[in-house]
């Protein structure tokens, strides 16, 4: 029997999917939708009589309070129940006024209800129910044309790589339902095969390896005199994919440069991550520092008896494709990280930082083949604040920036911060240990994700790598934590590690790299049959996790984790034989040596080439007054409020937030950094901060990187923070590195980070690149703007001493601290003009370290109310966000600011984004042990706080250059994302 | 000196488990985790805990509806033993996911039959709502004795409004004093959005039973028990207290003087 259900709001209730919907139908410039209704439907299938149908609509699928329902559908049978206008007797019909567009999931997709509901069916004791689909079904009232209703349905309401318009004849067959897999071995003719018959296997499989690469596959499988199971083919594809093994960071390079200051010559690199970033932790050499890349996320020492340990993902290209579900999955795996590390951590914070292209971009501007990026942007939210809230970690620190170049390839970065026992940060598998996956079954969703991502993106793309895309469930993941940190406490298991890219490939790879594993495929619980061994092994279903187990715990464990509902499943055992074998119903699949697998990759060396670009200086008129362009800047979409994005995610869970990302009198202003206290009661903090500027980068990625680290630790500063125990991670998202111009900037921005760690002694901890971020219509290919990304973390000794930024006050002393440059190059300021220009804010390392550490111990001391970073916008913005957070104004003197120019000028010295620099409140009875602690940086005392609204600067000449009501800037500041 | 002893129970999904057992912990009870299988296989019974809190997150995903699920174990799978844990006078609370539990199981307002008559639905904004609110105290409930003044608590949900089955239900509610928290602004006085951060009617932010033993609440207590937490106050120094330790605190004080 089928029942199709249909819940809807009784009338009188708000129906505020509905009302989101018509605003976002409004947004997409058509207004003749009135109103617009959203219908649950649930396709239930099974033994189920009809007086069971009903109990389960009233029981469980229903609101009584606020919703009804309707079987409009029993295997034929006439509408049961009829008491409402939408759901009237005869069901509604499209007419011209009225217009139905059902959505449901296509076949294979996980629908995460589904298990949910036949849970619920069971706990009624109702035990016939087979399957449960849902569909959402909306009804929009107004007259629309046929392109009109398309439009809406293809830009708003569904996204046909993962979902499909019901029509109206039978649901789409499921996939439950079709035939089973019957064991086929397929071997690929490799021996004799040609160059160009070689290109080809690697281009049909989706493999992405390179000639070099397939030859030395040939060559090895010559040597053992057979042909490669197409399984061993995809594994060592897998291994050896950009994403996996980083070939461009891990390989030579040959650069040369020109023009470029600093020179850093032309030279020949051996390892790219080697001589630059690990080189500087390496030198750096912190004993705090307690694994650093080596696990799934670097580790560092929190008190006595904790370490943490921080991960960042990108998950770029499935966001671009479906932005909810690349975003979901994107931080559903990075929490996997944490909880991959060591012996297992819990995830106690996450950060989420967004590259977009403007979400006012005109449709047409619209790379084909690409999503809007004000869809992107809205689903990648959604995605992350279903998976973040619901895995019940906090969100507490983030960005988001807008170019247009990331109108085909957005960024996503998310991180997430974990806690462990120190005596449970390392790990050992053993031979003779159990292979255990657990958590989700295992399904076709997500093949190919490694190797796809390793590629750059086409127009094509949303249909040749459509397998690459999913949907999290975040609750599998929570019951997995839950579980895993009871048996980590229990020492049930000796290794673990997560399920990423790559799949169970590259999980058991990994653990077993040194030993050797025996793996039985088809032990490996299934979503549905059909899937081949091949299949099995690379597909990257969500929610899974692999242990190794000793033999003697198998059962506790098995045990524990089905307490709560966990599948836990032994799926073979590690060996000593230093092979990879993969059975299949006891037919050997794959048999690779470990140490070709991981070690076997042919060592390239690419080409780069930097020169330095010259961009147009903009000849920009002296004003007299600045505030038009003050509230211009306060409205580019990469300065003003992300109250609207900040506020649907849960930034208090777990009760530890300190300084939250947002602050002052009414809670709206932009934190800097967060704080954020792990252990109840205790004193110890974790600051998260992030520098991100690829405007800089169209300079020099030299000075972007050391800026991006100089920005991430001044936010440290800024929120009462040291240098002392400060830990970065790099994560560098770039276009193509086989393109000599790309890998050239890439080596630079490497260098620049190289240069900056080691000048401040901030060591990096674990990082990740993610290249190809290209995106290509018809041959014809868009790099990204190279960005990087550096996020920091510190051990903060006393939460108590936590700055925050917005003004406290009126009659407070307002200080600026750190040296103006006319560093105009790169700013928003000219951005308002569309101009780049070419003085990129540089650094002089000894002066900003004298000013991180005097502020340091001033705020130590307890002599700063409040104190702001000068970033985007330069001085004007962070003087005003201080100023409107904290409901005062200001009367500041620019004379009196630390500025070094050859031509002086207002706006330089208010809009310059010049590093290290802090705006800061003292209190008047402590200005002189203020300025005593201040002595030998550069600062100076430029005014004070008042009540009221006034925002004064008096300009150099000592004459009013702007003069603005707060109220007004806040508003011009909240405006542009306040959807 | 008698233990107090807290059930936490949890399910799939829920999240605030830990935070809310640290804050019972602080107000002197014994708190303990129990996953809600336990009491469903009977490895363990309620009859052994003073106090039962259902904490926040998302039991089984939110899917069909916040807590629908998880309050229908309790009505299916339970109900006998939750009827007599409320019959020997004990506690119960439900803070957000915990709240729409109590209201989905018809645990609160309370009836004898458990029948639903009220309901938390989707905010008005459509959105999840991450902010911190003034909630007026008022009613009768063991749980907020000693709370006069307007206190300061973070909420955090996509389903929070308050609705009732029709009005003599609400009327029923505020002639029995059974309404205990009202979204309010920082002087006390009922305000619209955001201070009413999901449109909830009459700004109901929290009832209680007509025995004012059972609490349930939209606002997140246990994140604000040290003063640490509080969006500005966070300079008022180390471990002080902050406005959602007195609730905890309430439900303590009341099992060591009537259990």
């Known amino acids: 029997m089928q029942y199709k259900i249909e819940v809807v709001d009784k009338p009188g209730i708000f129906d505020a999917i509905g009302q989101g919907v018509r605003k976002d139908i409004l947004d997409l410039g058509i207004n003749s939708v009135k109103e617009v209704k959203f219908i649950q439907c649930y396709i239930?299938?099974?033994?189920?009589?009809?007086?069971?149908?009903?109990?389960?609509?009233?029981?469980?699928?229903?609101?009584?309070?606020?919703?009804?329902?309707?079987i409009v559908s029993s295997s034929g049978k006439a509408p049961l129940k009829a008491n409402h206008p939408a759901l009237s007797d005869r069901p509604v019909r499209a007419s011209a006024l009225q217009h139905i567009v059902e959505i449901a999931y296509n076949p294979g997709v996980m629908d995460p209800v589904e298990a949910s509901v036949l849970k619920g069916i069971r706990d009624l004791g109702i035990l016939g129910a087979e399957s449960v689909k849902t569909a959402k079904k909306y009804i929009l009232y107004g007259k629309l044309s046929a392109s009109q209703l398309k439009t809406i349905s293809e830009k708003l309401l569904y996204n046909k790589l993962i979902q499909h318009i019901v029509g109206p004849?039978?649901?789409?067959?499921?996939?439950?339902?079709?035939?089973?897999?019957?064991?086929?071995?397929?071997t690929v003719e490799l021996l004799k095969a040609t160059d160009a018959r070689l290109l080809e296997i690697s281009k049909k499989g989706q493999l992405f390896l390179n000639l070099d690469e397939m030859r030395r596959i040939r060559d090895y499988f010559r040597k053992q005199k057979r042909q490669p199971v197409d399984c061993e083919l995809e594994t060592i594809a897998q291994t050896w994919s950009e994403h996996c093994y980083h070939k461009t960071f891990r390989g030579n390079i040959a650069y040369k440069e020109s023009r470029a200051v600093p020179a850093l010559g032309n030279m020949s690199i051996k390892g790219l991550l080697k001589s630059t970033i690990m080189k500087a932790t390496k030198e750096l050499n912190k004993s705090w520092c307690v694994s650093v890349f080596k696990d799934n996320a670097g580790v560092i020492r929190f008190d006595e008896k904790n370490n943490i340990c921080f991960k960042v993902e990108t998950h770029n290209h499935p966001s671009a494709l479906e932005p909810f579900g690349g975003a979901n999955t994107g931080i559903g795996g990075v929490i996997r990280d944490p909880m991959g590390t060591g012996m297992g951590a819990k995830p106690i914070l996450n950060s989420d930082i967004f590259c977009f292209a403007p979400p006012d971009l005109e449709f047409n501007k619209v790379p084909a083949g690409s999503l809007h990026p004000k869809r992107v942007m809205k689903g990648v939210v959604s995605g992350v604040r279903d998976y973040g809230n619901k895995m019940g970690i906090p969100t507490v620190n983030g960005a988001i920036l807008f170019h247009k170049d990331f109108a085909g390839n957005p960024l996503v970065y998310c991180g997430t911060v974990g806690i462990m026992p120190k005596d449970k940060s390392f790990k050992k598998t053993n031979p003779g240990d159990l292979v255990v996956v657990v958590g989700g079954a295992t399904g076709r969703d997500g093949i190919h994700g490694a190797t796809?991502?390793?590629?750059?993106?086409?127009?094509?793309?949303?249909?040749?790598?459509s397998g690459a895309v999913q949907i999290g469930n975040p609750i599998q993941e929570k019951k997995i934590l839950d579980t895993i940190l009871q048996a980590r406490d229990k020492?049930?298991?000796s290794a673990i590690t997560d399920c990423g890219a790559g799949g169970l490939s590259s999980a058991v790879g990994e653990m077993g790299a040194e030993l050797g594993a025996k793996v039985y495929l088809d032990r490996v619980p299934l979503k549905y049959s059909g899937l081949s061994y091949m299949e099995i092994w690379i597909s990257e279903s969500q929610e899974r996790m692999v242990l190794s187990v000793p033999c003697g715990?198998?059962?506790?464990l098995i045990e524990l984790f089905a307490s709560e509902d966990v599948e836990a499943t032994v799926i073979g055992e590690f060996t000593n034989t230093k092979r990879l074998e993969l059975y299949y119903e006891d037919n050997l699949v794959c048999d690779l040596d470990m140490h070709f697998l991981h070690d076997g990759i042919p060592q390239v060396t690419k080409k780069a080439v930097y020169t330095q670009p010259r961009h147009k200086e903009p000849k920009i008129p002296l004003k007299k007054n600045l505030a038009a362009d003050l509230l211009k800047l306060l409205a580019h979409y990469d300065i003003c409020s992300k109250e609207w994005i900040i506020r649907q995610y849960d930034h208090e869970v777990q009760g530890g937030s300190v300084i939250k990302p947002l602050t002052g009198i009414v809670n709206d202003g932009p934190s800097d950094a967060s704080v954020t206290r792990p252990l109840f009661g205790c004193r110890k903090g974790i600051i998260i901060s992030n520098g991100i500027n690829f405007r800089f980068g169209f300079i020099d990625p030299y000075w972007m990187a050391a800026s991006c680290i100089d920005e991430a630790l001044r936010q440290i500063i800024a929120v009462g923070g040291s240098l002392e125990e400060v830990a970065i991670l790099d994560n560098f998202c770039w276009g193509n590195p086989d393109k000599p111009d790309r890998l050239g900037s890439l080596v630079r921005a490497a260098y620049g980070c190289y240069d900056a760690a080691k000048a401040y002694g901030v060591p990096f901890i674990s990082g990740k690149d993610s290249l190809y971020n290209e995106f290509s219509v018809h041959g014809r290919s868009t790099a990204i703007p190279g960005t990087l990304l550096i996020s920091a973390i510190s051990v903060m000794k006393d939460i108590n001493k936590s700055v925050s930024m917005y003004a406290k006050e009126p009659g407070n002393l307002v200080y600026i601290a750190g040296k103006t440059r006319d560093e105009l190059g790169?700013?928003?300021?000219?951005?308002?003009?569309?101009?780049?220009?070419?003085?990129?804010?540089?650094?002089?390392?000894r002066e900003s370290k004298r000013t991180f550490t005097a502020l340091s111990k001033a705020a130590e001391k307890g002599l700063v109310e409040s104190m702001h970073d000068c970033?985007?916008?330069?001085?004007?913005v962070a003087l005003s966000e201080m100023a409107f957070s904290g409901g005062l104004g200001a009367e500041i003197f620019l004379s009196e600011a630390p500025y070094e120019s050859s031509n002086p000028r207002n706006d330089f010295l208010l809009f310059s984004e010049s590093n290290s620099r802090f705006v800061v409140e003292v209190e008047r009875k402590n200005k002189e042990r203020f300025e005593k602690i201040l002595k030998g940086a550069d600062f100076g005392l430029a005014g004070c706080l008042t009540g009221g609204n006034n925002f004064k600067i008096y300009g150099l000449d000592g004459k009013l250059c702007v003069d603005a009501d707060t109220r007004r800037l806040k508003e011009s500041w909240q405006k542009p994302l306040s959807w | 000196m008698k233990k107090i002893k807290v059930c936490i129970l949890r399910s799939a999904g829920t999240n605030c488990d830990k935070e809310t057992a640290a804050a019972f912990k602080i107000a002197g009870a014994e708190p303990e985790l129990l996953h809600i299988n336990s009491l469903v296989s009977r490895k363990r019974v309620l009859g052994d805990f003073h106090i039962l809190a259902?904490?926040?997150?998302?039991?089984?995903?939110?899917?069909i509806a916040s807590g629908k699920i998880f309050a229908n174990e309790l009505r299916f799978k339970l109900a006998d033993s939750l009827r007599q844990f409320i019959a020997e006078g004990k506690l119960i609370i439900g803070i957000c996911n915990g709240f729409q539990i109590l209201v989905k199981s018809g645990l609160l307002p309370g009836s004898k039959d458990l029948k639903q008559d009220t309901s938390l639905i989707i905010n008005d904004s459509g959105k999840f709502e991450a902010r911190w609110v003034y909630l007026k105290p008022g009613g009768k409930c063991v749980w907020t004795k000693g709370l006069k003044k307007a206190i300061y608590l973070p909420v955090a949900h996509g389903e929070g409004k308050f609705v009732t089955q029709d009005r003599s239900v609400l009327n029923r509610l505020k002639k029995n004093r059974q309404v205990v928290f009202q979204y309010c602004d920082a002087e006390g006085r009922l305000c619209a959005y955001p201070g009413n951060p999901n449109g909830s009617i009459e700004n109901i932010a929290g009832i209680t039973d007509q025995t004012g033993r059972i609490l349930g609440l939209m606002p997140h207590p246990e994140r604000h028990i040290y003063a640490a937490a509080h969006p500005r106050k966070w300079g008022l120094r180390f471990n002080r207290e902050g406005d959602g330790l007195q609730i905890f605190r309430n439900g303590v004080e009341y099992v060591k003087e009537n259990l």
């Open chain 1, 44 to 70: 239930l299938e099974g033994n189920l009589t009809e007086n069971q149908a009903i109990t389960i609509c009233r029981e469980l699928l229903t609101d009584k309070v606020a919703q009804e329902y309707r």
């Open chain 1, 169 to 186: 004849s039978l649901p789409q067959g499921d996939i439950k339902h079709q035939p089973g897999y019957y064991f086929n071995l397929v």
């Open chain 1, 452 to 465: 796809f991502s390793s590629g750059e993106l086409t127009h094509e793309s949303e249909t040749i790598s």
């Open chain 1, 491 to 493: 020492n049930l298991y």
């Open chain 1, 553 to 556: 715990n198998i059962d506790k």
């Open chain 1, 826 to 845: 790169g700013s928003h300021y000219y951005d308002l003009y569309n101009a780049i220009g070419n003085q990129v804010p540089k650094l002089k390392y």
């Open chain 1, 871 to 876: 970033s985007d916008g330069g001085l004007a």
């Open chain 2, 54 to 63: 259902l904490p926040g997150g998302f039991s089984y995903g939110d899917d």
